[in-house]
């Protein structure tokens, strides 16, 4: 297993080219499931879970060629098991699953199962999907679904959640008559996903707010797009800028994806503009200590979570961070408090001092946001910090290790 070894104290200088966003991309490449032709979707980041889903959707009957620029077909859909052994190894295989019960009538997915951050039901996509009309059981660990032919609905979710939005979006599409999805999530990826499923020929309205309405249509057509920028990357970046008391060019992303983070960084002392293509990011004389609470979008984002703790562990106040997205997503603390942050977790807050100086230290990495926040600490911590596990890192961060030392951070990759 690869690990990461840094040296902290270097202050971080120059451009980093965002990727495309991987929570953007992983329901767009599901979404080719519901049309035969070739679809073309530019912008593909290179990452783990993308191979991942390409697998996935090969092993249905799709043909995929190329990396950054992929060509997809699902002319055919030969096979409508998801299997758990690659759904363990990413959870959102689940995207597959309104795809094919609106295409093929028929899907068998495993269940995802929990993860580190928390249980991660989806008994939310599959009420929704009852709704549509569908036959749903559960066996044996995977879920069956069967429909001659969706019918639209009215569909209120207990949780505006993400994948749960994308999954009925990408069921209703397809069926007869109209859909509503209420409480439905409005993230950037949400918007980006009903935009190529528009470009489909699919009638959509209202997403990127609580309420999207889906005018069912018969068959949809190939399409060609791309994928939006890592909202989540460009943060982690904008956050190491702070940190490491250098400027950073953040090229490729879209600022409105990030307003709730610009805002905090901006309190903590940071300047932010925008520029031609991205923003200018640059630390403050200090670190001001703030308070973050997670929210779905547009609140503060839980995937920036354990980067903006990474952040406070070197404030000159205290910081309360609350979680209230997932139960368990403090997963990075020890690790941080083996760096020598001072953290106290009492529920679902964690209460964070700022000390003067990390201290390098063996780590490891827990999941994907956990190990970018480890990175983070490691590049302002006295010493080295070797990171392990870091195939959590290669899931969601295009050569992490390649874009920090461009920007003069001392990190190597040890196979
Ligand atoms: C998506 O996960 C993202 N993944 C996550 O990013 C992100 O953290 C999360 O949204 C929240 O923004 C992808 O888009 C592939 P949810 P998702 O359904 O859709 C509960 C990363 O690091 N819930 O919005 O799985 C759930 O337990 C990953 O890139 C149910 O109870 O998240 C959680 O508490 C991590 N029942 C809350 O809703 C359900 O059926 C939000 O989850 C579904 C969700």
């Known amino acids: 297993m690869d690990k990461i070894v840094i040296q902290g104290g270097k202050p971080l200088f120059g451009d980093v080219q965002i990727s495309g966003a991987k929570n953007a991309a992983l329901p767009v490449l599901a979404a080719a499931l519901l049309t035969g032709g070739t679809n073309t979707f530019h912008n593909i980041p290179d990452l783990m879970d993308i191979k991942t889903i390409k697998k996935l959707l090969c092993s249905m009957g799709a043909q995929i ?8 077909n699902v002319d055919k859909i030969i096979n409508h098991t998801a ?18 019960v609106a295409r093929a ?38 879920i069956e679904a069967k429909a001659k032919k969706l019918k639209g609905a009215d569909i209120y979710f207990d949780l505006p959640t993400v994948t749960g939005t994308e999954n009925i979006m990408m069921a209703a599409v397809l069926a007869e008559g109209t859909t509503v999805l209420n409480n439905a999530a409005c ?19 209202g997403a990127g707010t609580d309420t999207i309405t889906i005018k069912g249509v018969t068959s ?28 950073i060019n953040v090229i490729g992303c879209n600022p409105h994806h990030l307003e709730a983070l610009i805002n905090k960084l901006r309190d903590t002392g940071m300047k932010i503009s925008s520029i031609k293509g991205g923003m200018k990011v640059s630390s403050g004389k200090k670190i001001n200590s703030v308070d973050v609470k997670t929210l779905p979008y547009p609140g503060f984002p839980t995937d920036l979570q354990a980067q903006m703790m990474a952040y406070m562990t070197i404030s000159g106040g205290l910081s309360v961070i609350s979680e209230t997205v997932f139960e368990n997503r403090f997963m990075h603390v020890s690790e941080l408090l083996r760096m020598g942050a001072d953290i106290v977790i009492q529920g679902g807050n964690a209460i964070v001092r700022g000390v003067p100086m990390l201290h390098g230290a063996q780590t490891m990495a827990t999941d994907l946001r956990a190990s970018a926040s480890l990175v983070l600490a490691a ?37």
């Open 83 to 100: 299997s758990y052994d690659l759904v363990k190894t990413m959870r959102a295989s689940i995207l597959v699953l309104g795809p094919l």
């Open 105 to 142: 009538g028929v899907a068998r997915v495993s269940l995802p199962g929990g993860c580190a951050i928390g249980a991660r039901p989806v008994n939310l996509h599959i009420k929704a999907l009852q709704e549509l009309g569908a036959h749903v059981e559960l066996k044996s660990g995977y």
């Open 220 to 247: 949809l057509k190939p399409t060609e797009a791309t994928i939006i920028p890592d909202r989540i990357e460009a943060g982690t970046f904008m956050i190491a800028a702070g940190m490491t008391h250098g400027e």
């Open 187 to 205: 993230e950037p990826e949400v918007v980006s996903l009903a935009d190529v499923l528009k470009g489909m020929g699919a009638k959509i309205s």
């Open 65 to 72: 060629e190329g990396d950054e620029t992929i060509q997809i």
């Open 379 to 415: 590049l302002v911590a006295e010493g080295t910090t070797e990171i392990s596990r870091v195939y959590h890192i290669d899931r969601g961060y295009q050569t992490i290790e390649k874009k920090f030392s461009a920007l003069g951070a001392d990190i190597k990759r040890i196979k």
